[in-house]
């Protein structure tokens, strides 16, 4: 669904933005990951060279219009199919800041500063995801898992915790909550990034299922 505009534009303006829009997206289909599908591979070159127009379409559409903020996190999930985390998780700051009141966006934000290791952000971003959806148990998973890579283990193990008490089959919830309470149990300190807490796991202990 195409953004609708915030700023005044004139009716030119508005029918290039959606047009830039609509062409992006279409370049992006299937090619971005979305929350709670299956990993994607890395692009091939063909690919990478159709997702990098999707991008320069997407800045021009910004400059039409820059409070696009669907523009910005559609950027920030392209470049995080690259693998470069550093600058999608500026392009989800960037379109947080447009619109505060998004999960979504958040969530991402939260997942890019945990694989970088800049997990009092990644507190901050999943704190205001799971405080704007309650009812969201992977949003609250979310934050246990960034209290737990900042140390937190104590906070990581009350907030997961309380998310299987509200949704006790949910199994991704389910392998945080053994995450966090192996490193309750053994005093150990964990990981600071995602890449680095999977690398221990699978190095040290069965993942479990």
């Not at 700023?7 to 830039?20: G, I, K, P």
């Not at 199919?81 to 619109?99: G, H, K, M, V």
């Not at 005093?187 to 690398?199: A, F, K, Q, S």
Request: hydrophobic share 40%; aromatic share 8%.
């Amino acid at each position: 669904m195409i953004a609708r505009v915030i700023r005044a534009m004139t009716q030119n303006q508005t029918s290039e933005h959606d047009r830039l829009f609509r062409k992006a997206c279409e370049l992006i289909k299937g090619e971005i990951q979305l929350h709670g599908q299956p990993a994607l591979s890395e692009p091939s070159w063909l690919l990478t060279r159709r997702l990098t127009r999707a991008i320069g379409l997407f800045k021009r559409v910004l400059e039409i219009n820059p409070d696009n903020w669907s523009a910005m996190w559609l950027v920030g999930k392209v470049y995080q199919r690259f693998r470069n985390t550093q600058e999608a998780l500026s392009w989800f700051d960037r379109s947080s800041r447009i619109n505060p009141s998004q999960p979504d966006v958040l969530r991402e934000a939260s997942i890019c500063s945990m694989e970088i290791g800049r997990n009092d952000v990644a507190i901050a971003f999943a704190l205001r995801a799971a405080q704007l959806d309650p009812s969201d148990s992977g949003l609250h998973a979310n934050l246990a898992l960034a209290y737990l890579l900042a140390g937190r283990v104590i906070d990581a193990q009350t907030t997961i915790n309380q998310v299987l008490v509200g949704d006790p089959s949910d199994s991704i919830s389910q392998s945080i909550q053994s995450i966090v309470q192996h490193f309750v149990s053994s005093g150990r300190v964990p990981p600071t990034t995602t890449p680095g807490l999977l690398n221990y796991w699978h190095k040290n202990l069965k993942y479990p299922a």
